[in-house]
C-alpha cells in the first residue's frame, strides 16, 4: 500500500555532513508527520528528529543544533541535514511517517533504513 524509501547514507569523517531524504508513495490520502529514528550498533533504536504537518519539528537532544529536519507536504518527502557528525551519530538511519491512506485508515510506516558511519 506505502513504500518509504530512505536515502544518502555514507562513510563521512567527523565534522562533515550529509543529508538523508525520505520519500512515501502509494495510496496516501495524507501524512500527519514524518520523522527519522536511528539505531546504533548494539542498542535500541532512538528517536531523532520528526516534523509535523504544520512544519513543527521535534529534536533529540543529542542532535539540536546540528541536525535539521525538513518535508515537502506536496512531494510526500522528508530530509534530515546533518551537521558536524560526530562517531556517535553512526547508526542506521530509520525514516518513519503517519500516513493516512486513501481508505481513512491511519497507520505508521518505516523505511528499509540507511547506514550513516561517522570515522574519526
Known amino acids: 500500500q506505502v513504500r518509504m524509501v530512505e536515502s544518502g547514507g555514507d562513510l563521512v569523517q567527523a565534522g562533515g555532513s550529509l543529508r538523508l531524504s525520505c520519500a512515501a508513495s502509494?495510496?496516501?490520502?495524507?501524512?500527519?508527520?514524518m520523522g527519522w529514528y536511528r539505531q546504533p550498533p548494539g542498542k535500541q533504536r532512538e528517536f531523532v528528529a520528526q516534523?509535523?504537518?504544520?512544519?513543527?519539528?521535534n529534536y533529540a537532544d543529542s542532535v539540536k543544533g546540528r541536525f535539521t529536519i525538513s518535508r515537502d507536504t506536496a512531494k510526500n518527502t522528508a530530509d534530515l541535514q546533518m551537521n558536524n557528525l560526530k562517531p556517535e551519530d553512526t547508526a542506521v538511519y530509520y525514516c518513519?511517517?503517519?500516513?493516512?491512506?486513501?481508505?481513512?485508515?491511519?497507520?505508521?510506516?518505516w523505511g528499509q533504513g540507511t547506514q550513516v558511519t561517522v570515522s574519526s
Open positions: 516534523i509535523t504537518n504544520g512544519g513543527i519539528t
Open positions: 502509494g495510496s496516501i490520502f495524507s501524512i500527519n508527520s
Open positions: 518513519t511517517a503517519s500516513i493516512r491512506l486513501i481508505s481513512r485508515s491511519t497507520t505508521n510506516y
